[in-house]
């Protein structure tokens, strides 16, 4: 029985596929069959170069990418993408990310159904233009010695690759999460945008003693805090004067006398080299 219907729904599927192809100029039709040829395993951008391909990223690009990567890929919420063949990462592993996002944060993953492999190497071949035709951004800074001041006054709140304070969020990967603008910014005023999940209150106990603390759960009756000491710790609200909820971040502000132009310069040299476990210099 099923048979009977079972036909004309492939022929619709078989004019819709042909309908699909028709639509594309005779040389993406062939640009086709050259990614599937180089599919096994890709290593190098199959589109590198290719004109029509450059032109249909970039057009994907602006609406896919550019509302978080920035209209010239240079960064917004997401980082700057222009730099990352100048860091030596390579054409594969940047289609992965593009293909499977990273988990956790606001990059997405692209549907291996609705988006094929060849739009992702269109509009990596877009991007590669732009990095090649944009002077990277002047890396001033010396990251060694931006690891330095990182280990003396920045580590007792923050983890890098395992190790250091966790007041603050763990590091490890903020090169490949932050634009170096928003860096730079987050150093020198940190209230102006503090990360959700790390709200700072100040607790007042019966006996007047006032706490300050990074907040981690809260509910009707109670609150759990990390304190300065870094000590989780919990509270039934019952037992407490106040919880204020702080406007200053518990990051310090670092201003240019606590921090150099040229020390903060290196501090987010040494930043934009986290990218992941182990990526970054110890
Ligand atoms: C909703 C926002 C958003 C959209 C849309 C988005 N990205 Fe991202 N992307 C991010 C964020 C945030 C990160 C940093 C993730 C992290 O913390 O590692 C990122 C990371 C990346 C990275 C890794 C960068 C590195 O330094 O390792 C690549 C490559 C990338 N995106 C490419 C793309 C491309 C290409 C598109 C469009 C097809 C796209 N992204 C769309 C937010 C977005
Ligand atoms: C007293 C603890 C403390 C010290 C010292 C400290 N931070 Fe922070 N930092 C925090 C906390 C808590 C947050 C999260 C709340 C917020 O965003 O303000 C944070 C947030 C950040 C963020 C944003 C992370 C994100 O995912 O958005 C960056 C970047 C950062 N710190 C860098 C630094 C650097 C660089 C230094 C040294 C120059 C430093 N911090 C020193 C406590 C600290």
């Avoid at 219907?5 to 050259?34: C, K, M, Y």
């Avoid at 990277?136 to 709140?157: H, K, V, Y």
């Avoid at 000590?231 to 201003?255: C, F, H, I, W």
Wanted: proline share 7%.
């Amino acid at each position: 029985m099923r048979r009977r219907w079972s036909i004309p729904i492939v022929v619709a599927l078989w004019l819709i596929a042909e309908g699909v192809a028709l639509t594309q100029p005779p040389g993406a039709r062939a640009q086709n069959a050259g990614v599937a040829r180089a599919q096994a395993r890709v290593t190098k951008n199959p589109l590198e170069g290719n004109r029509d391909a450059i032109r249909n990223g970039g057009a994907m690009f602006r609406t896919r990418c550019a509302g978080c990567h920035g209209p010239d890929a240079r960064g917004y919420v997401g980082p700057d993408l222009t730099g990352l063949w100048a860091l030596g990462v390579s054409d594969d592993r940047i289609f992965e990310t593009v293909r499977e996002g990273v988990p956790g944060t606001d990059m997405p993953a692209a549907d291996p159904s609705r988006v094929p492999d060849r739009d992702i190497w269109q509009v990596l071949a877009y991007v590669r233009t732009v990095a090649a035709s944009t002077p990277p951004l002047a890396l001033t800074g010396n990251a060694d010695n931006g690891a330095r001041i990182f280990q003396s006054t920045c580590r007792t709140c923050h983890m890098v690759n395992g190790s250091g304070g966790q007041l603050g969020p763990d590091l490890s990967r903020i090169g490949s999460g932050r634009p170096r603008a928003a860096l730079t910014k987050k150093i020198r005023a940190p209230s102006d945008n503090i990360r959700p999940g790390y709200e700072p209150v100040t607790l007042v106990l019966s006996d007047g003693q006032r706490i300050r603390a990074v907040k981690k759960n809260e509910d009707e009756f109670s609150i759990q805090v990390i304190d300065m000491r870094q000590r989780v710790q919990g509270y039934v609200k019952a037992n407490l004067t106040e919880v204020a909820n702080d406007k200053q971040s518990v990051m310090p502000a670092y201003g240019p006398d606590q921090l150099s132009n040229g020390d903060l310069d290196d501090v987010v040299s040494y930043l934009a080299t986290l990218r992941g476990p182990d990526s970054g210099r110890r």
